[in-house]
């Protein structure tokens, strides 16, 4: 099970934490990623990390929040976060997490979403002056 946190509603130029808390499920799978849909368009792969023991980890930004998002994780609490700097109406989506069990390599660019096994089911996030 993954249950997201953290959306809601920010000014342009904003931040905002996103949480993606997993349970049932604590080994086995090799990334978390962060997914977002806007009303009438397409989901989009938004950024994903990987998932092992250890300290060295690989990450994953589309274009569209390079320099602006941050992906993390805490593995004592099974937790991935997503910072959002810099918050732009294009920003506003509804926001979902997803495990998944394929390698790593198979995952980018985030198109594949039959690759990705859990869902979560998403949090809001509306950038609006």
């Known amino acids: 099970q993954l249950m997201e946190s953290g959306g809601g509603l920010v000014q342009p130029g904003g931040s905002l934490r996103l949480s993606c808390a997993a349970s049932g499920f604590t080994s086995g799978y090799s990334a978390i990623g962060w997914f977002r849909q806007a009303p009438g368009k397409e989901r989009e792969g938004v950024s994903c990390?990987?998932?092992?023991?250890?300290?060295?980890?690989?990450?994953y930004y589309a274009d569209s929040v390079k320099g602006r998002f941050t992906i993390s994780r805490d593995n004592a609490k099974n937790t991935v976060y997503l910072q959002m700097n810099s918050l732009k109406p294009e920003d506003t989506a509804a926001y979902y997490c997803?495990?998944?069990?394929?390698?790593?390599?198979?995952?980018?660019?985030?198109?594949?979403?039959?690759?990705?096994?859990?869902w979560g089911q998403g949090t809001q996030v509306t950038v609006s002056s």
């Open positions: 990390i990987s998932i092992r023991d250890g300290n060295s980890y690989w990450t």
């Open positions: 997803a495990a998944a069990r394929r390698p790593w390599a198979e995952l980018l660019p985030m198109r594949s979403f039959q690759n990705w096994n859990y």
